[in-house]
Each structure stands twice: as C-alpha cells, then as structure tokens.
C-alpha cells in the first residue's frame, strides 16, 4: 500500500506549525484496530473475573493463576514477536497474526467449559496480544516524529480506550437483556475481532522499519536489548510489575465491600476507562515536556492510592467512583509511556524487541504479582492484601525514580 511522507517521522521537519504537531494516519489507523479489538477483548475481561468465580466457581487462588495467565502469559511470545518484526523490517505481518489468534481464541469460548479449557482459551489470546504488541507500538514509534512520541502513543491509546470503555457496555446491555448470557458475549466479541483484523490487513499502509535495510542479527539485537541503556528501565519495570494487582481483584474487592449487583460488574471497566479516554493524550503531552520517566513514576502514585481506597471496610459509589478514576489516571501514565521512553533508548533497528523486552518483564512480573495476590486474598482476605502491597509500592516508587534518574536524557538518535 501506498504510504506518504507524512507518515514517515521528520517528514514534516522542514515546516513549523500545524504540520509537525500532527499525528501520523498510520497512527490513526492503528488506533481503529485496537478500538475494535479492545470492544473485543474488554467484553470478555469485563465479564470473565465474574464468570470465573460466580459461573464457573474458580477460587481465588485459581482465579489468580488464570488473572496470571491473562496478565504474564503473552510475556513468552513479545521478545519473538518485537524480533520478528525487527528482523524482517515488516511489523505488520506480525501484528496480523497476532491479531487473528485473540480473534479465533473469542469464538472458542462458545466450547470451552472446563478449567482446563478455559486456561488453554486464555492462553492463546495473551499469546496472541504478546505476539502483535510490540511489532504494532514499533510501527507507531516508526510513523512518528520523536518530538511527538508521548503524543502519538496518547492518541492510539485514546482511540484503543474507546473501545475499552464500549466493549463493558456491550457487554452490560447484552447481560440485562438476557441475564446470564455469555455465549452471546463471546458470538458479538468475535464479530468485533474480525472486522478489526480486516481493517488492519486492508487499510493500515505495510511500512517497513528501520531494520528492514539493516537485516539486523539476534546478537546485535540482545546486544542493544541489554545494554546499559535498558538496564534501569527495565529493572524499574519489573519491580513496579511485581507490585500492580491486576484489575479484576481490584474490581472483585470494590464487589465484595459494596455488595452490588452483578449485572453491574462491567460498568466498573467502563468508568476506568473513560477517565483513561480522557487523560491519555494529555498526559501523552505533559511526559514529552517534562520526562516520560517523571510521569510514570507518578502514575505508580495513582495506583497506590487506588490501594488504599479499595481497602477501606466501608465504601459506597463515591469511593468506587475515585477508585475506578484513579485507575484510568494509572494506566493513562503508563501504559502509553512506557513504550514512548523505551522506544527512544535503543536503535531503530532494533526499536520492536527493545519495547517487547520492557513489556515481557512488565508481563511477567504482572504474573507472579496475580499468583501471589491470589493466594493472599484466600489466606487474609482482599483489605489486608491490598494494605501489604501498598506498603511494598510506597517503598518501591522512591526506589524506581531513583533507578530513572536522567533515563529521559539518554535518547537515541
């Protein structure tokens, strides 16, 4: 497909104003199928913590080892899936594989009754998020203006919280039109997926990376991967990953302490990620101003608050309401960042598996952070697990700002 210079960063250099503050339709594009993916993929998140445990009749432990599989499975596909993309200088192809096996795993949820089952159906959707990841943020590093970083990210999580925010309320309505109605969840999640495949097969323009000429090695790769530009990132990553309790327990605990009904469960995705709509591109901004490593840390500080909150014996709709805004605030300073600092510590050709590395040891700490948290709540019950991992948190942030100190001057060309 035909691509014009203007998504190509630095096309617009030569010009001020308007030109250079604009976002790459490549951009935009990617940001439509993430929109109709995450329909997709929050129809199910948002039902699936219920489903589990009231339909199902998962513990919290088990609960917690399938929250992990959810949340660390897709680590052991991001380091292949970045490579790949790096590798034949064609992310694209990649992302669309990726892309196709979390929309088949949808479908296979009509079938799949057992713990066993479910896991395995689990399993191949993170594979899948694992494997597209990577290659897709690389793509949007790639059409971007390194000025333009935080924003760019900003804007394709905007459009991909949209559909975060739209995915619990389909959900909701096709729940309290036929209470119990899961099968139709996933029938309507899979339909989504699809369309969401075919607009990036047909319509996102095939760019090509910077590796795409280099024909970059595996060694050169791990070489930039662990070098010493990474090396603080990455350990500040996975010790914030260790620490950050996966949605559903936060949003189980707020159902335990508040007793509402459960036909309202997926609306708690939905007020997350309409404060997450909102604060994505405007945080995007500010860490291109003021050091994506500064707000990132202070994302971490929202999330220590949502602890603290949901911890509290009595609640009612005003606390839930801050927790769910504060999780948006969280994820807004984070989950776009990240990736905007990484993508600027490594060279071009290896741009995919230096964001795949962060994301594997974010994955995988966010792993071990479920399986724990699982067993915490079967042993002392949700308040007293989420004081323990605040406290740890309220430890851990002056410890990873100290890690990222000066990070954000350490860019690459």
């Not at 729940?175 to 989504?192: K, R």
């Not at 309790?245 to 509402?260: A, I, N, T």
């Not at 291109?288 to 009595?314: K, Q, S, T």
């Not at 724990?372 to 605040?390: I, K, N, V």
């Amino acid at each position: 497909m035909y691509v014009s210079l203007r998504d190509r960063p630095g096309a617009d250099d030569g010009k001020s104003g308007a030109a250079v503050r604009r976002v790459s339709s490549t951009v935009v594009l990617l940001g439509v199928v993430s929109l109709l993916t995450d329909v997709s993929s929050e129809m199910v998140a948002s039902v699936l913590p219920l489903y589990l445990t009231a339909a199902v009749g998962l513990s919290p432990v088990a609960y917690g080892f399938l929250d992990g599989m959810y949340q660390g499975v897709s680590a052991f596909l991001r380091i292949a899936g970045g490579y790949a993309g790096d590798r034949g200088g064609q992310p694209k192809w990649v992302a669309v594989l990726g892309y196709g096996a979390s929309a088949v795993s949808r479908i296979a949820m009509l079938v799949a009754t057992g713990f066993a089952a479910i896991t395995a159906v689990v399993t191949v959707d993170r594979l899948g998020k694992g494997l597209r990841t990577a290659p897709r943020d690389a793509l949007i590093a790639e059409a971007s203006d390194p000025r333009m970083l935080g924003r760019a990210f900003g804007v394709h999580r905007t459009l991909d919280t949209i559909g975060a925010a739209l995915g619990p309320l389909v959900a909701f309505a096709l729940l309290a039109a036929v209470p119990g109605s899961y099968d139709s969840i996933w029938v309507v999640s899979f339909a989504f997926a699809i369309v969401g495949v075919a607009v990036l097969v047909l319509f996102v323009p095939n760019l090509r990376t910077a590796a795409g000429a280099a024909r970059i090695g595996l060694r050169r790769t791990f070489r930039a991967v662990a070098g010493r530009r990474l090396r603080r990132p990455l350990i500040a990553a996975g010790l914030l990953g260790l620490l950050t309790v996966g949605d559903g327990f936060l949003y189980l605990s707020l159902q335990e302490r508040d007793d509402f009904a459960a036909v309202y469960f997926p609306l708690l995705y939905v007020g997350t990620n309409i404060a997450y709509l909102a604060l994505a591109v405007p945080l995007g901004r500010l860490a291109d101003r003021v050091g994506r490593a500064r707000v990132l840390v202070a994302g971490h500080g929202a999330l220590l608050a949502c602890y603290l909150i949901a911890a509290v014996p009595a609640g009612g709709l005003g606390l839930t309401l801050v927790v769910l805004l504060l999780l948006g605030v969280f994820y807004a300073a984070t989950d776009g960042v990240l990736p905007a600092l990484i993508s600027r510590l490594v060279p071009g050709e290896a741009r995919g598996s230096g964001i795949a590395a962060a994301q594997t040891v974010v994955a995988l700490a966010r792993f071990v952070s479920s399986l724990t948290f699982g067993l915490l709540w079967s042993l002392q019950g949700p308040g007293w697990s989420l004081m323990l991992f605040a406290g740890l948190l309220t430890a851990a942030i002056p410890a990873v700002a100290w890690l990222l100190r000066g990070v954000d001057a350490e860019e690459t060309a």
